[in-house]
């Protein structure tokens, strides 16, 4: 509110119009035979709406705190700060337990051998009347998808090479028997044989327990061929994903929050700013008269304050 105050005395008068925001203090002691005076000077205050959405953006729910909107605001956005870093924390650390937990499920389950092996001596079992060799995928070790073969020892002098892919076994299944072979178990590994028939026959369990189903994909059915390590491989790998996204979600929710906090409170801000001016325009005038206290008089009367605000 505006205010003017003027201070009259037996001997001297102060008149003082003030424009402000809020009022500073100033004690004037005059040298007056008779007369002791306060004047109160306000100074204009300068509203910065930037200054609490840089803290809101840093800080969630520090902009509120700074505008003085009510505890339920601040305590609100640090809360939703909070509940996200330790949501984040959560899920990122169970996805890693549960890669780790399927990667060594598969170290365990799948190998190069049985793949090779299942190629070249394909299982008798049947299922549903149909049998392994009806499934071109599962007849040979090339297709839309390879996986990635170090080779070591003799063999690598006699071939002159290190690195293979996966597709050269159907053509040297051989190679598997020297030992100096081995599959790069790497990303691209662990979902490709959780992901393509061409690498069923990896699994330990292929021979005797693989089966087909069908699947529906919207328009059309596919045949999923599987075996029950590979099933259980599966939903390792699913368990896995489904943590990794919500580390996603709680990302996306951390930084909403920065985003939402630090709009609000420049909205509040320029409400308030502006409340105060319709305020300021609408105020009333008032007037106050009281005596100055002077320890000088024996009486302790200096003089007479008149206050005028308007």
Same mark, same amino acid.
């Given at each position: 509110?505006?205010?003017?105050?003027?201070?009259?005395?037996?001997?001297?008068?102060? #008149?003082?119009?003030?424009?402000?925001?809020?009022?500073?203090?100033?004690?004037?002691?005059?040298?007056?035979?008779?007369?002791?005076?306060? #004047?109160?000077?306000?100074?204009?205050?300068?509203?910065?709406?930037?200054?609490?959405?840089?803290?809101?953006?840093?800080?969630?729910?520090?902009?509120? @705190?700074?505008?003085?909107?009510?505890?339920?605001?601040?305590?609100?956005?640090?809360?939703?700060?909070?509940?996200?870093?330790?949501?984040?924390?959560?899920?990122?650390?169970?996805?890693?337990?549960?890669?780790?937990?399927?990667?060594?499920?598969?170290? +365990?389950? &799948?190998?190069?051998?049985?793949?090779?092996?299942?190629?070249?001596?394909?299982?008798?079992?049947?299922?549903?009347?149909?049998? &392994?060799?009806?499934?071109?995928?599962?007849?040979?070790?090339?297709?839309?998808?390879?996986?990635?073969?170090?080779?070591?020892?003799? +063999?690598?002098?006699? #071939?002159? #090479?290190?690195?293979?892919?996966?597709?050269? +076994?159907?053509?040297?299944?051989?190679?598997?028997?020297?030992?100096?072979?081995?599959?790069?178990?790497?990303?691209?590994?662990?979902?490709?044989?959780?992901?393509?028939?061409?690498?069923?026959?990896? &699994?330990?369990?292929?021979?005797?327990?693989?089966?087909?189903?069908?699947?529906?994909?919207?328009?059309?059915?596919?045949?999923?061929?599987?075996?029950?390590?590979?099933?259980?491989?599966?939903?390792?790998? @699913?368990?896995?994903?489904?943590?990794?996204?919500?580390?996603k979600y709680s990302i996306?929710?951390?930084?909403?929050?920065?985003?939402?906090?630090?709009?609000?409170?420049?909205?509040?801000?320029?409400?308030?700013?502006?409340?105060?001016?319709?305020l300021e325009k609408t105020?009333?005038?008032?007037?106050?008269?009281? +005596?100055?206290?002077?320890?000088?008089?024996?009486?302790?009367?200096?003089?007479?304050?008149f206050a005028l605000y308007?």
């Amino acid at each position: 509110m505006l205010k003017s105050f003027s201070i009259f005395s037996l001997s001297f008068l102060y #008149l003082g119009f003030l424009f402000a925001q809020d009022t500073t203090v100033v004690e004037v002691q005059e040298s007056i035979q008779d007369s002791t005076s306060v #004047l109160l000077i306000e100074q204009e205050q300068v509203n910065y709406p930037g200054k609490p959405l840089i803290m809101s953006l840093v800080l969630p729910g520090a902009g509120q @705190y700074y505008n003085k909107s009510p505890m339920w605001k601040t305590a609100s956005f640090l809360g939703v700060e909070l509940g996200s870093i330790i949501a984040w924390n959560y899920f990122f650390k169970e996805s890693q337990r549960l890669k780790e937990d399927y990667k060594a499920f598969a170290d +365990l389950h &799948w190998t190069l051998n049985d793949w090779v092996t299942n190629r070249f001596e394909p299982p008798t079992q049947m299922h549903e009347s149909m049998s &392994w060799t009806n499934f071109t995928a599962l007849t040979k070790l090339t297709g839309t998808h390879d996986l990635s073969l170090i080779i070591s020892g003799d +063999l690598a002098n006699e #071939l002159n #090479l290190t690195q293979v892919s996966s597709d050269s +076994l159907d053509i040297h299944p051989g190679w598997i028997q020297s030992g100096d072979v081995v599959v790069v178990r790497d990303g691209h590994f662990y979902e490709n044989i959780g992901k393509y028939d061409q690498f069923l026959g990896g &699994w330990s369990d292929a021979k005797d327990a693989w089966y087909w189903e069908e699947k529906d994909v919207g328009d059309s059915t596919e045949i999923i061929i599987k075996t029950p390590l590979k099933e259980n491989y599966i939903n390792q790998r @699913y368990e896995s994903n489904q943590m990794l996204s919500a580390v996603k979600y709680s990302i996306t929710v951390l930084m909403f929050n920065h985003v939402i906090s630090g709009i609000e409170s420049v909205w509040t801000n320029q409400r308030k700013a502006s409340d105060d001016q319709k305020l300021e325009k609408t105020s009333s005038i008032d007037t106050k008269l009281s +005596l100055v206290y002077n320890p000088s008089n024996p009486g302790g009367i200096g003089g007479l304050r008149f206050a005028l605000y308007f």
